[in-house]
């Protein structure tokens, strides 16, 4: 059982450079969503999508970007990473009217 | 906005010995998810809990939906070395996403 997969698991960037943290899952889930996880800060979200062709902004959204294709890929851009994105960052699915979220295993992203 | 505090932030105890965190928020919610990260791993749901008031056990897990519902605790009985990880609290409103708490960072002394 596959679950959520994500890649990289890890990844070391340039300052300046993009990248994509891929994100699939094989649970027919409705719901996506990518956290990233800092020190004594719990996991904060950065973008969601309800549904194939719909995202919306979480709590920390800025210098990321998002798309939802389909309902399995969702993934995650950094179009000019800086060293404040340093983090560890999960990706969870979830089914419409189910509470549980589902997370991979994270991408660990070192920008220097 | 809404303001959720998880503690304690860490505990360091012997094996066999029993753990306690908990979780407040500002706002009222209708679910409190209890969930566990071992290390190098994504987080893992260890307890639901749908009703205030309702207090559910998982083995030597015990954990409570507060009857404000505005909190929320986690027990561990007996703690053993495997218990070692980060606990989160994750209270939730139908149809939102989830909100995590900071986290407890346990660490068990065999």
């Known amino acids: 059982n596959a679950g959520v997969t994500q890649t990289p698991k890890f990844q070391v960037l340039k300052t300046g450079q993009s990248m994509t943290l891929q994100c699939a899952q094989d649970?027919?889930?409705?719901?996506m969503s990518w956290y990233r996880q800092d020190p004594g800060m719990g996991l904060r979200l950065i973008h969601y999508s309800v549904g194939a062709g719909i995202t919306d902004q979480g709590e920390v959204p800025n210098g990321y970007n998002v798309s939802r294709s389909t309902t399995e890929d969702f993934p995650l851009r950094l179009l000019s990473a800086a060293p404040s994105q340093t983090s560890v960052y999960f990706c969870a699915s979830r089914s419409t009217g189910q509470t549980e979220a589902f997370f991979g295993q994270g991408t660990r992203l070192t920008v220097v | 906005g809404q303001q959720l505090n998880q503690s304690p932030q860490s505990m360091f105890i012997q094996e066999g010995e029993d753990v306690s965190m908990n979780c407040t928020s500002s706002?009222?919610?209708?679910?409190w998810l209890w969930y566990k990260q071992d290390p190098g791993e994504g987080p893992v749901l260890l307890i639901a809990?749908?009703?205030?008031?309702e207090l559910t056990s998982n083995g030597r897990l015990t954990a409570q939906f507060g009857i404000t519902r505005k909190d929320s605790f986690l027990n561990i009985s007996a703690s053993i070395p495997s218990d070692v990880g980060i606990y989160f609290c994750a209270p939730n409103n139908a149809g939102n996403m989830l909100t995590f708490g900071g986290g407890t960072r346990l660490m068990v002394k065999p």
């Open positions: 809990l749908y009703k205030a008031g």
């Open positions: 706002s009222i919610f209708n679910t």
């Open positions: 649970m027919n889930h409705e719901y």
